[in-house]
């Protein structure tokens, strides 16, 4: 089973940028596609963007397609997320997240605890 540890978070200025790390152990990330979800105050979880380990293929929702980048480093066993032009909306609890299968779409098996983006308007 894999654990996840999400770091990077903090408070940037709407237009800046922050960069999410996610530390993966108990397994080679290389066997799992691997995503990012946030959760707003008072809304559901959302997905984000996910990286499939065919091809480290991406997807992203609509929303943050063009300003947020996933990427993986295997070697490292560590899952990025680049997030550019942030918006206040774009503020909430940031989720890593594993599974097995070769798409980085929902759903996903494994969960990091969270870190927290805030975006100041």
């Known amino acids: 089973q894999v654990q996840l540890v999400e770091s990077g978070g903090g408070l940037v200025q709407a237009g800046g940028s922050l960069r999410l790390s996610c530390a993966a152990s108990g397994g080679s990330n290389r066997r799992y596609s691997m995503g990012w979800f946030r959760q707003a105050p008072g809304k559901e979880r959302e997905f984000v963007a996910g990286i499939g380990t065919f091809r480290d293929t991406t997807t992203y929702a609509d929303s943050v397609k063009g300003r947020f980048t996933i990427s993986r480093d295997n070697a490292k066993n560590t899952l990025y997320l680049q997030m550019d032009s942030l918006k206040p909306e774009d503020t909430a609890a940031y989720y890593c997240?594993?599974?097995?299968?070769?798409?980085?779409?929902?759903?996903?098996?494994?969960w990091g605890q969270g870190i927290q983006v805030t975006v100041s308007s």
């Open positions: 997240a594993a599974k097995t299968g070769i798409s980085g779409r929902p759903p996903y098996d494994y």
